[in-house]
């Protein structure tokens, strides 16, 4: 079986930082994944994470701690396009990728 | 790359009618998947293929929906027949085997409409 955690929502200001975590219980573990998806829209890929540690790409970091079974997404200098859902995907034995129910973003003036 | 091609974008039809959605992954990626997504359940995953083969159907929710992929470029999602609570957004996803950092790659979606 598979579990994962994120908050549902969260707010925050443009020009902030603002962290999204994820918990996740899984069946084996390759990799997580986090993807980005804005509304009526189809998700995208933002990051990849197989070893501990921080993975930064821009704007955008991804942390993972695989003994905790433990992600999360830093986003810096927030923007107004930044306001979507970010989805927790962590990629198991089974060799498919199953998605959190994601954590809707907004990002305020 | 045209990316992950599906078809219709939107589709709407009455309860009991035969539904039939389209995928056509990205040329070469060996793993085709369909997804599901509604506000109340999120993305789940009904099944996935590899290299045209059915390995994984535990996430389709019942004898009513059944998917095909005849050969490496198409692949369908057909639901009949179609019920209300069958209403969501449908996403079909292609990845190469070595898909290591960059995931999957998802096409527009399918808005189906069941009344």
């Known amino acids: 079986g598979q579990n994962i955690d994120q908050p549902t929502e969260m707010t925050a200001t443009e020009g902030a930082i603002v962290q999204i975590n994820c918990t996740y219980q899984?069946?084996?573990?390759?990799?997580l994944f986090w993807y980005q998806q804005h509304a009526g829209e189809a998700p995208t890929f933002l990051s990849y994470?197989?070893?501990?540690g921080l993975e930064e790409k821009g704007r955008f970091s991804s942390f993972l701690s695989r003994s905790k079974g433990y992600s999360y997404l830093l986003l810096k200098e927030l923007q107004m396009k930044d306001s979507a859902s970010y989805l927790c995907a962590p990629w198991g034995n089974n060799n498919d990728m199953r998605f959190g129910a994601g954590t809707r973003l907004t990002v305020k003036p | 790359d045209a990316g992950v091609i599906q078809s219709p974008r939107h589709e709407v039809t009455e309860m009991g009618q035969e539904v039939t959605l389209r995928c056509k992954p990205i040329s070469g990626h060996d793993y085709l998947f369909w997804y599901r997504q509604t506000m109340m359940r999120g993305l789940e995953l009904l099944i996935y293929?590899?290299?045209?083969?059915?390995?994984?159907d535990s996430g389709m929710p019942e004898d009513r929906f059944s998917a095909k992929m005849p050969n490496a470029s198409f692949s369908t999602l057909k639901i009949q027949p179609s019920e209300p609570r069958d209403s969501a957004v449908y996403f079909c996803a292609s990845s190469h085997s070595h898909r290591g950092p960059y995931g999957y790659t998802f096409g527009s979606g399918t808005r189906l409409t069941v009344v």
């Open positions: 994470n197989v070893l501990d």
């Open positions: 899984t069946s084996g573990f390759n990799g």
């Open positions: 293929f590899n290299n045209n083969v059915p390995i994984d």
